[in-house]
Protein backbone atom coordinates (compact mmCIF):
# COMPACT_ATOMS: atom_id res chain seq x y z
CA UNK A 1 0.00 0.00 0.00
CA UNK A 2 2.52 2.55 -1.33
CA UNK A 3 1.58 6.17 0.18
CA UNK A 4 3.30 8.14 -2.33
CA UNK A 5 3.91 6.79 -5.51
CA UNK A 6 5.63 7.68 -8.83
CA UNK A 7 6.94 6.50 -11.94
CA UNK A 8 8.67 6.09 -13.79
CA UNK A 9 11.43 5.00 -11.33
CA UNK A 10 14.21 5.57 -14.60
CA UNK A 11 13.45 7.39 -17.40
CA UNK A 12 16.46 7.31 -19.96
CA UNK A 13 15.95 9.61 -22.72
CA UNK A 14 17.51 11.96 -25.33
CA UNK A 15 17.90 15.53 -25.38
CA UNK A 16 15.75 17.47 -27.07
CA UNK A 17 12.89 15.10 -25.84
CA UNK A 18 9.54 15.59 -23.96
CA UNK A 19 9.44 13.24 -20.71
CA UNK A 20 6.52 13.26 -18.09
CA UNK A 21 6.81 12.19 -14.13
CA UNK A 22 3.58 11.06 -12.37
CA UNK A 23 2.82 10.88 -9.12
CA UNK A 24 0.00 10.08 -7.09
CA UNK A 25 -0.36 10.04 -3.25
CA UNK A 26 -3.48 7.85 -1.63
CA UNK A 27 -3.11 9.67 1.98
CA UNK A 28 -5.54 12.24 1.58
CA UNK A 29 -2.75 15.39 1.79
CA UNK A 30 -3.33 18.92 0.98
CA UNK A 31 0.00 19.97 -0.81
CA UNK A 32 1.85 17.95 -2.92
CA UNK A 33 5.73 18.98 -4.24
CA UNK A 34 8.50 18.13 -6.81
CA UNK A 35 12.02 18.22 -5.71
CA UNK A 36 14.65 17.66 -7.55
CA UNK A 37 18.05 15.84 -5.81
CA UNK A 38 21.72 16.77 -7.68
CA UNK A 39 24.54 14.63 -8.27
CA UNK A 40 25.89 15.92 -4.94
CA UNK A 41 22.48 15.16 -2.88
CA UNK A 42 21.56 18.45 -2.21
CA UNK A 43 17.08 18.67 -2.32
CA UNK A 44 15.61 21.76 -3.78
CA UNK A 45 12.30 22.37 -4.22
CA UNK A 46 10.75 23.29 -7.66
CA UNK A 47 6.94 23.50 -7.13
CA UNK A 48 4.32 23.15 -4.20
CA UNK A 49 0.39 22.58 -4.99
CA UNK A 50 -2.19 22.95 -2.32
CA UNK A 51 -5.25 21.94 -3.00
CA UNK A 52 -4.51 21.76 -6.28
CA UNK A 53 -3.25 25.28 -6.92
CA UNK A 54 0.13 26.30 -7.46
CA UNK A 55 1.45 27.51 -4.41
CA UNK A 56 5.69 27.99 -5.23
CA UNK A 57 7.10 27.96 -8.65
CA UNK A 58 10.38 28.55 -7.38
CA UNK A 59 13.60 29.44 -10.02
CA UNK A 60 13.11 26.68 -12.53
CA UNK A 61 12.80 26.96 -15.95
CA UNK A 62 9.84 26.99 -17.85
CA UNK A 63 10.25 23.99 -19.87
CA UNK A 64 9.29 22.21 -16.46
CA UNK A 65 5.31 22.13 -15.92
CA UNK A 66 3.75 20.53 -13.37
CA UNK A 67 -0.03 19.66 -13.56
CA UNK A 68 -2.69 19.10 -11.36
CA UNK A 69 -5.37 17.18 -11.86
CA UNK A 70 -7.12 16.28 -8.96
CA UNK A 71 -5.70 16.76 -4.90
CA UNK A 72 -4.18 13.52 -5.13
CA UNK A 73 -1.91 13.69 -8.23
CA UNK A 74 0.70 16.18 -9.28
CA UNK A 75 2.53 15.18 -12.42
CA UNK A 76 5.73 16.80 -13.63
CA UNK A 77 5.62 17.39 -18.00
CA UNK A 78 9.54 18.48 -19.16
CA UNK A 79 10.13 20.06 -22.36
CA UNK A 80 12.90 20.10 -24.68
CA UNK A 81 14.95 17.92 -21.77
CA UNK A 82 18.44 19.51 -21.20
CA UNK A 83 21.61 17.41 -20.25
CA UNK A 84 22.01 19.65 -16.85
CA UNK A 85 18.19 18.46 -16.12
CA UNK A 86 20.09 15.03 -15.35
CA UNK A 87 18.57 14.45 -11.62
CA UNK A 88 16.32 12.66 -9.49
CA UNK A 89 13.21 14.16 -8.80
CA UNK A 90 11.22 13.49 -6.08
CA UNK A 91 7.33 13.72 -5.37
CA UNK A 92 6.40 14.50 -1.88
CA UNK A 93 3.18 15.29 -0.09
CA UNK A 94 1.92 15.84 3.45
CA UNK A 95 -0.53 17.48 5.94
CA UNK A 96 0.29 18.44 9.77
CA UNK A 97 3.04 16.90 11.00
CA UNK A 98 4.01 13.98 8.05
CA UNK A 99 5.74 14.83 5.38
CA UNK A 100 5.98 11.54 2.65
CA UNK A 101 8.20 11.07 0.07
CA UNK A 102 7.36 8.52 -3.14
CA UNK A 103 10.76 6.64 -4.41
CA UNK A 104 12.31 9.10 -7.06
CA UNK A 105 12.80 8.31 -10.31
CA UNK A 106 16.28 8.96 -11.44
CA UNK A 107 16.28 10.91 -15.13
CA UNK A 108 19.17 10.60 -17.41
CA UNK A 109 19.29 12.40 -20.26
CA UNK A 110 21.98 11.50 -22.94
CA UNK B 1 22.24 32.39 4.70
CA UNK B 2 21.82 28.65 5.48
CA UNK B 3 18.90 27.95 6.88
CA UNK B 4 19.26 24.14 7.92
CA UNK B 5 23.22 23.16 8.36
CA UNK B 6 24.50 19.64 8.99
CA UNK B 7 28.06 20.15 10.20
CA UNK B 8 29.03 16.37 9.45
CA UNK B 9 29.56 15.14 5.84
CA UNK B 10 30.38 11.54 7.04
CA UNK B 11 30.09 9.97 10.37
CA UNK B 12 31.50 6.33 11.56
CA UNK B 13 29.65 4.24 14.42
CA UNK B 14 30.27 0.73 15.69
CA UNK B 15 27.52 -1.59 15.53
CA UNK B 16 25.33 -1.41 18.62
CA UNK B 17 26.53 1.82 19.63
CA UNK B 18 24.24 5.41 19.80
CA UNK B 19 25.60 7.91 17.31
CA UNK B 20 24.14 11.92 17.23
CA UNK B 21 23.72 13.64 13.83
CA UNK B 22 23.89 17.37 14.12
CA UNK B 23 21.51 19.82 12.88
CA UNK B 24 20.97 23.43 13.47
CA UNK B 25 18.43 25.94 11.86
CA UNK B 26 17.79 29.39 11.26
CA UNK B 27 14.66 31.03 11.25
CA UNK B 28 12.42 33.96 12.72
CA UNK B 29 9.18 32.26 12.44
CA UNK B 30 7.62 31.00 15.67
CA UNK B 31 6.24 28.25 14.33
CA UNK B 32 8.24 25.36 12.15
CA UNK B 33 8.55 22.04 12.03
CA UNK B 34 12.01 19.50 11.66
CA UNK B 35 12.14 16.65 9.96
CA UNK B 36 14.84 14.02 10.00
CA UNK B 37 14.80 11.48 6.71
CA UNK B 38 16.95 8.30 6.03
CA UNK B 39 18.10 7.90 2.31
CA UNK B 40 19.48 4.40 2.24
CA UNK B 41 21.67 3.53 -0.98
CA UNK B 42 18.65 2.46 -3.15
CA UNK B 43 17.46 5.76 -2.92
CA UNK B 44 14.20 6.54 -1.39
CA UNK B 45 13.58 9.31 1.37
CA UNK B 46 12.38 7.71 4.55
CA UNK B 47 10.41 9.62 6.92
CA UNK B 48 11.67 9.16 10.33
CA UNK B 49 10.68 12.01 12.98
CA UNK B 50 9.12 15.22 13.26
CA UNK B 51 9.38 17.86 16.09
CA UNK B 52 7.18 20.76 16.15
CA UNK B 53 8.51 23.70 17.55
CA UNK B 54 5.71 24.27 20.29
CA UNK B 55 6.33 20.50 21.23
CA UNK B 56 7.05 20.60 24.55
CA UNK B 57 8.78 17.09 24.62
CA UNK B 58 11.56 16.25 22.43
CA UNK B 59 10.29 13.26 19.37
CA UNK B 60 11.02 9.70 19.67
CA UNK B 61 9.89 7.27 17.52
CA UNK B 62 11.41 3.72 18.36
CA UNK B 63 15.17 3.58 18.05
CA UNK B 64 15.23 7.31 17.00
CA UNK B 65 15.24 10.35 19.21
CA UNK B 66 15.00 13.96 18.13
CA UNK B 67 17.05 16.16 20.85
CA UNK B 68 15.46 19.36 20.27
CA UNK B 69 17.15 22.17 22.09
CA UNK B 70 15.35 25.41 20.37
CA UNK B 71 17.96 28.37 22.39
CA UNK B 72 20.56 26.95 20.62
CA UNK B 73 18.25 26.26 17.31
CA UNK B 74 19.35 22.44 17.07
CA UNK B 75 17.77 19.11 16.57
CA UNK B 76 20.08 16.79 16.38
CA UNK B 77 19.06 13.30 15.82
CA UNK B 78 19.76 10.49 17.76
CA UNK B 79 19.93 6.83 16.54
CA UNK B 80 20.28 4.22 19.43
CA UNK B 81 21.58 0.67 19.32
CA UNK B 82 23.05 1.25 15.50
CA UNK B 83 22.30 -1.59 13.55
CA UNK B 84 24.27 -1.96 9.89
CA UNK B 85 21.17 -1.14 7.79
CA UNK B 86 20.93 2.39 9.45
CA UNK B 87 24.31 3.03 7.11
CA UNK B 88 22.76 5.57 4.87
CA UNK B 89 22.81 9.55 4.25
CA UNK B 90 20.48 11.24 6.89
CA UNK B 91 18.80 14.47 5.95
CA UNK B 92 17.22 17.38 8.30
CA UNK B 93 14.66 19.66 6.98
CA UNK B 94 12.58 22.53 8.54
CA UNK B 95 9.01 23.71 7.24
CA UNK B 96 8.30 27.27 8.09
CA UNK B 97 4.68 28.59 9.25
CA UNK B 98 2.38 26.56 11.34
CA UNK B 99 2.07 22.38 10.48
CA UNK B 100 -0.86 22.17 7.96
CA UNK B 101 0.50 24.82 5.91
CA UNK B 102 1.65 24.83 2.51
CA UNK B 103 5.11 25.39 2.49
CA UNK B 104 7.84 23.46 1.17
CA UNK B 105 10.56 21.68 3.45
CA UNK B 106 14.23 23.17 2.92
CA UNK B 107 16.60 20.69 3.68
CA UNK B 108 20.44 20.32 4.85
CA UNK B 109 23.36 19.03 2.78
CA UNK B 110 22.68 15.78 4.39
CA UNK B 111 25.52 13.40 6.78
CA UNK B 112 26.12 9.97 5.49
CA UNK B 113 26.47 7.68 8.50
CA UNK B 114 28.36 4.68 8.22
CA UNK B 115 27.76 1.51 10.57
CA UNK B 116 30.74 -0.77 11.16
CA UNK B 117 30.82 -4.56 12.07
Known amino acids: DTAVSQTPKYLVTQMGNDKSIKCEQN?????MYWYKQDSKKFLKIMFS???????INETVPNRFSPKSPDKAHLNLHINSLELGDSAVYFC?????????FGQGTRLTVV | AQKITQTQPGMFVQEKEAVTLDCTYD???????LFWYKQPSSGEMIFLIY??????QNATEGRYSLNFQKARKSANLVISASQLGDSAMYFC??????????????FGSGTQLTVLP
Open chain 1, 92 to 100: ASSREAQAF
Open chain 1, 27 to 31: LGHDT
Open chain 1, 49 to 55: YNNKELI
Open chain 2, 27 to 33: TSDPSYG
Open chain 2, 51 to 56: QGSYDQ
Open chain 2, 93 to 106: AMREGRAGSARQLT
